[in-house]
């Protein structure tokens, strides 16, 4: 299993950019796909972004397309996610993700390993 810390969460104008962080430790972090995936109170949890191990690969929800940049640093055991022109839709909880397995997929249930989530708010 992988343990992943996700930062740079807050709170940001319409319009505005932030980049979240997920540092992750314990097994390989190359060995696993990695997700952004938010969540709204009361909503179920949603598919935002994936990059596969080597960053071949990449994933992204419809809302995320053209604005949200998943990439990765397998040297720092980090993933980011850049946000720009972000949306008060935006608003949500942001959580890192890891799947052993090098399939980007967008289903929550079979992803492996959670971070505890950090807070988005954006502003109208």
């Known amino acids: 299993q992988v343990q992943l810390v996700e930062s740079g969460g807050g709170l940001v104008q319409a319009g505005g950019s932030l980049r979240l962080s997920c540092a992750a430790s314990?097994?390989?972090?190359?060995?696993?796909?990695m997700g952004w995936f938010r969540q709204v109170l009361g909503k179920e949890r949603e598919f935002v972004a994936a990059?596969?191990?080597?960053?071949?690969?990449?994933r992204y929800a419809d809302s995320a397309k053209g604005r949200f940049t998943i990439s990765r640093d397998n040297a720092k055991n980090t993933v980011y996610l850049q946000m720009n022109n972000l949306k008060p839709e935006d608003t949500a909880v942001y959580y890192c993700a890891a799947r052993f397995a090098n399939i980007l997929v967008t289903t929550v249930g079979i992803w492996d390993s959670w971070g505890q989530g950090t807070q988005v708010t954006v502003s109208s």
């Open positions: 314990g097994r390989s972090f190359s060995s696993y796909a």
């Open positions: 990059i596969s191990r080597s960053s071949i690969s990449t």
